[in-house]
């Protein structure tokens, strides 16, 4: 049985990879990069043991415990990133509880994520290598250590699962890990300034880590190299404890979710009128834009876009490390064009195979993209537009207003049109409706990240010519540069805007079939 669920796990990820090439390409280069990293990682422990044992100690602890720390959060966060093998699947197979328990545990070992973790964690052996009896030690808590790591993981998949997977749970989750996820290069930097501020504190903030459930096995080689062998079996018993104490948690909220599986609760649906298709014109665009607003504002794979918004002013002033300057403000407004105006380039793909509705009722390319430009624009033109007002009445530039409308009207039209050619060629893997945001087929976030590379370097160079004379209009001060960066941006974002719709619309009326097969592969 245990075989079984672990040969079951390969074939569903090669199935997956084999639906497209991209995938499949987009898997092996971050195979590749994945490896990088693991060399990068194993060639550091290796530099560890010329260290002191106290500093090559600590940083192992720590390391260990971010590693334990991550593994057990982030999939209750992320739900679906590596469950391959879901155990909610599983509950019509008669499979005994102890086998279940067993193969899920090797299972999550041999996917990928527990392959490099393993692979990391047993060489941590060879900061030891001066110390046979540590690097012996070494190794059988690599062992238990990896397993705490998966088995943590699936300990709190498996609460959450008895607490509820509703539509409103999953939002909160989305929220709750999204924010830290778009904070997390300040955050590191943070930590990285303090970190080397205060590099003297790291062994007593690891002796104190260590003595916790998620540093202590960790800790247990440095203390067999020093000679105290006393503390490392008391560390040593912490460790088992804390992966027996895992293991009994997950063997009782699996045997509960399985007895009594989650089902979705569909509420009783309000008499809230005809929505936004009684604001948008009774025409195929307009009953496209009140679909795609609609979407805007109930699907979380739209939402996650929104979220970061608000958080646009911290990354800029972070950064651009201003110490009280608040110039930097005014490219705010520019930024949340380019997010917004770049968020429609999965549209379709996004669609999955509701886009079948489409073609069924014989909606037009044209007027498919003129729709969901609509949904878009009614928000994000006044949001844009707004911010950039904002942002130079705060830092009292008002000779800059006119370039910088200029830089955003421009980056807007020119995405819109751009956004509505890309979505009428391509179909990208992306999360299922329903699923979590941060759901990731696999080598769909490679190809994802490919792509928006590309189409935003794509954007660059549509609105370099308004960008490059706003540019010259800040560093002379003259206005008249503002103005006419401003008529280009409108007169060249419309036109690229008529374009993308055009072309991408007709593309859509060839290839609609074409991208229907495709989004129903990847479903």
Known sequence: MVATLIRLRFILLWNSLRRSPWQLAAAAIGAVYGLGILVGVVAGLFGLSFAPVEVAGAIVVLAGAVLILGWTILPVLTSGID????????VPFPIPLPKLLVGLAVSGVLGVP?????????STAVTWWRHPAAAAAAIVCAVIGVLTCVVGSRMLVALTSIIGEGRRFREAKGLVVFVPLILLGPILLGLQRLLSD???????????????PLGAIWAVPADVASGDLGRAGLQFLIGLATLAVFALVWRWSLAKALETPARSTQAKAANRGAGFFGVFPGTPAGAVAARA????IRDPRYAQSLIML????????????????????????????????MSIYTDVSYDSTAFALHLQMGVRGRDDRIGRVLALAAFAVPVSLLTVVGTVWLTHAWSALPGLLGITIGVLLSGFGLSSLISGRFVFAVPAPGESPFKSKPGGG?????SLFITWTALAILVLPELVIAIIGFASGEMLFGWISLALGVLLGTVVLIVGVRVGGDILDRRGPELLAELQRQG
């Open 83 to 90: 469950q391959t093998v879901e155990p909610a699947r599983l």
């Open 114 to 122: 527990g392959i490099v973790t393993s692979i990391a964690a047993l």
């Open 198 to 212: 205060n590099f003297d504190a790291l062994p007593q903030i690891a002796s104190i880590v260590a003595w916790t």
């Open 293 to 296: 607003l609609t979407y805007w």
């Open 310 to 341: 608000p958080l646009v002013p911290v990354f800029v002033l972070f950064y651009a490390g201003t110490n009280g300057d608040l110039a930097p403000l005014n490219s705010v407004g520019p930024i949340i064009a380019v997010l917004l105006a």
């Open 446 to 450: 490679l190809s994802l990240t490919l």
